[in-house]
């Protein structure tokens, strides 16, 4: 089955800075893949997602990247400000998101003032 | 339009007890899932419907897991005897039958002591 990596697991930034979070996948045959932001306690909710037909996506201050051939994608928040701070989770699914998501184990981002 | 609807929020409940968690899904995902993620980790799949067929539920342990959706539409998962291990964050999704991501309820906590 598929399986996510994820790295890093903790990251710290100032504010303003850029951050990014990658991952990788195992099955080739998935083609879609949405980042999750988790703040303490809460549930976890979409901020961007991208299926394998294209290699990149942007919204505002964020974007992912998708390199097919290595199985790895990234999330890019620019000009970092203290609200992002939270868990992302990067996750891979079948054709439509509708199938199983398998997920990454997160990565605890600080953004600093 | 109401989010995916879970309760309880929390519950404490001695091992060895029987608990149950509820959910209700966005009015019209025919595609609900049942998540557990434990502290500082990932979500992962306990099991998937559409509409009331369980058509992934290789992940949920049967020995003392049981879930059901009547009807299509709202879910309940049962677990009993509960162990301390059960200890986490049961969460809920929903999805529409063909490209939209999943969108999460807020959790149930549980503990078990």
């Known amino acids: 089955g598929e399986n996510v990596e994820q790295h890093p697991s903790t990251l710290s930034v100032q504010e303003g800075d850029s951050a990014v979070i990658k991952c990788t996948y195992s099955d080739s045959a998935s083609n879609y893949f949405p980042w999750y932001k988790q703040e303490l306690g809460k549930r976890p909710q979409l901020i961007i997602d991208?299926?394998?037909?294209?290699g990149e996506k942007k919204d505002q201050r964020i974007a992912v990247t998708l390199n097919k051939t290595a199985k790895h994608f990234s999330l890019h928040i620019t000009e970092t400000q203290p609200e992002d701070s939270a868990v992302y989770f990067c996750?891979?699914?079948?054709?439509?998101?509708?199938?199983?998501?398998?997920f990454g184990k997160g990565t605890k981002l600080t953004v600093n003032p | 339009e109401a989010g995916v609807v879970q309760s309880p929020r929390y519950k404490i409940i001695e091992k060895k007890q029987p608990v149950a968690f509820w959910c209700n899904p966005i009015s019209g995902h025919n595609t609900l899932y049942w998540y557990l993620q434990n502290l500082g980790q990932g979500p992962e799949l306990l099991i998937r419907y559409e509409n009331e067929e369980a058509v992934d539920d290789s992940q949920l342990p049967k020995d003392r897991f049981s879930a059901e959706r009547l009807k299509g539409v709202d879910s309940t998962l049962k677990i009993q005897p509960a162990e301390l291990g059960d200890s986490a964050v049961y969460l809920c999704?929903?999805?529409?039958?063909?490209?939209?991501?999943?969108?999460f309820g807020s959790g149930t906590r549980l503990t078990v002591v």
């Open positions: 999704a929903s999805s529409l039958e063909q490209g939209r991501g999943y969108t």
């Open positions: 991208i299926r394998s037909n294209v």
């Open positions: 996750a891979a699914s079948g054709e439509g998101g509708s199938e199983k998501l398998v």
